[in-house]
């Protein structure tokens, strides 16, 4: 069984930065997708930045130019950098990885149980 564990959430005043570490276990072979989702209160759940395995990344347009999205293929880790933040940047943030091919199937999708990111004005 595949689990993802989030970590690196927490208070932080706008402007300040934090980083956010996800970390698959598992029969894991491969991953093609990691990414970010997040959800703030009253809202829909939405992508804030993926990343391939050959490293193509996609970020939504209100975090371009203040976050970064990487992964360490070896460990099955991905990260997100977060510069910049603002109050609206304040959500649950989910980690993602998508088309996994574990020891005995490929092509699903699994999500963390996600880290509260708070923004203070």
């Known amino acids: 069984q595949v689990q993802l564990v989030e970590s690196g959430g927490g208070l932080v005043q706008a402007g300040g930065s934090l980083r956010l570490s996800c970390v698959a276990s598992?029969?894991?072979?491969?991953?093609?997708?990691m990414g970010w989702y997040r959800q703030a209160p009253g809202k829909q759940r939405e992508l804030v930045a993926r990343i391939t395995s050959g490293g193509t990344t996609n970020y939504v347009d209100s975090v371009k130019g203040r976050f970064t999205i990487s992964r360490d293929n070896a460990k099955n880790t991905v990260y997100l950098q977060m510069n910049s933040l603002k109050p609206d940047d304040t959500a649950v943030y989910y980690c993602?990885?998508?088309?996994?091919?574990?020891?005995?199937?490929?092509?699903?999708?699994?999500w963390g149980r996600g880290t509260l990111v708070t923004v203070s004005s």
């Open positions: 598992g029969s894991i072979i491969s991953i093609d997708v």
């Open positions: 993602n990885i998508d088309r996994v091919a574990t020891t005995r199937e490929y092509g699903r999708t699994y």
